[in-house]
């Protein structure tokens, strides 16, 4: 497996729908082409079971139903992109803090839950081949260090955990058996938390290619502990890894100007200042470029030649009115008191005004040693 230079871009045609514009050397261009232009080779999508309330309302957040996540794709393919397919199994964000059952499947006990994860495996998978999407990663799950489809399949509950899991793998085996299968979790300096997990999982199966870890240097501890982690779960697992999230800030400046929302509305940036205070690099335009400096290194010299590439998470979520992580109808969904709004511009790789940042070059000039 080749390394893979990934991006997340699940939010584009929400963000382009809201007036998002990006410029690269002070023109105007379409963000793939961007993108295309700075070596990017594969797009990350996700893709929500039907972020939509009963009566019509969107969840927002780039509205990643199949309609959508499927426009993404075929648009990513036709500019020469591979596709990572990321199958949440929820009908909204579903990470180790919540991982809400779809709506649909509300009802249904394991049996029940294996059998739809398979067919909505295996009927988003048809659809997207069917259409000659250039699927190149299917990942079964999102963030699972909690498990999916709670409360049947909540950490410890490792016999429902698999029993999903596989049930999704088969889908994707019955697709397509060439295409890679990644397994994700969050957390990517926490070491103990990926033996317990991959202990337990790989005793129910084994039948997967890639562990994915998430990594946010304000989250998950330091590089150092990064490292570690995959130099161990490398030689333990012998899976090839993947670092399925990253971000790292470039600046503090506030952008409730370009949101347009009341203090009220909005919820500002997750790098809250006690957050920073834990990141080895400052966040400014040349702390953002260190840092993926410094983890480029690191991760293409895993051992055994394990570490096969990024996605960075949603480096184009500029702050621009009516794009944001969440509306009232998806707070109602997860029970969550909000507020909604950009959380995430200041980790992007293009500055507010929608300039490529030096990050950008810094990713197309990388080559891994082979």
Not at 171 to 184: G, L, N, Q, S, T
Request: charged letters at 25%; glycine letters at 8%.
């Amino acid at each position: 497996m080749k390394f893979v230079k990934g991006m997340d871009l699940s939010t584009l045609l929400e963000l382009e729908r809201c007036g998002a514009k990006y410029y690269d050397n002070g023109e105007e261009r379409d963000l793939l082409a961007i993108m295309k232009s700075y070596d990017v080779d594969t797009i990350r999508i996700r893709l929500w079971n039907d972020p939509w309330s009963e009566t019509g309302e969107s969840y927002g957040a780039g509205e990643n139903d199949l309609k959508t996540s499927l426009e993404i794709a075929k648009r990513v393919t036709a500019a020469g992109f591979g596709v990572l397919l990321n199958f949440h199994y929820s009908d909204f964000w579903a990470d180790p803090g919540k991982q809400i059952k779809p709506k649909a499947w509300a009802d249904y006990g394991v049996k029940e839950l294996e059998q739809a994860v398979y067919d909505y495996t295996l009927e988003s998978m048809q659809t997207f081949l069917d259409a000659g999407v250039n699927i190149t990663m299917v990942q079964v799950g999102n963030e699972l260090s909690n498990g999916l489809l709670w409360p049947e399949g909540k950490v410890p509950n490792y016999d429902n955990i698999a029993t999903f899991v596989n049930a999704g793998i088969r889908a994707v085996r019955k697709a397509d058996a060439a295409i890679p299968v990644m397994i994700h979790l969050d957390n990517g300096g926490n070491n103990a938390l990926y033996r317990e997990w991959f202990d337990n999982f790989t005793k129910r199966g084994e039948d997967f290619e890639i562990i994915g870890l998430s990594y946010y240097p304000f989250w998950h501890g330091s590089l150092q502990m990064l490292n570690d982690n995959m130099n161990d779960i490398a030689e333990r697992y012998g899976k090839d890894l993947v670092i399925a999230e990253v971000s790292m800030g470039y600046t503090m400046e506030d952008y409730k100007n370009y949101e347009k929302l009341s203090d009220e509305e909005r919820k500002g940036y997750a790098t809250r200042p006690a957050l920073v205070e834990k990141i080895e690099y400052p966040m400014t335009k040349q702390g953002q470029y260190d840092f993926m400096e410094d983890f480029l290194n690191r991760i293409s010299h895993i051992k055994g030649g394990k570490g096969k590439g990024f996605f960075y998470w949603e480096p184009a979520w500029i702050p621009v009115p009516g794009s944001g992580w969440a509306t009232p109808a998806s707070l109602k969904y997860m029970n969550d008191p909000g507020p909604c709004g950009n959380e995430w511009a200041n980790q992007a790789l293009f500055d507010y005004d929608g300039n490529a940042l030096p990050t950008l070059s810094l990713i197309r000039d990388f080559k891994p040693e082979v």
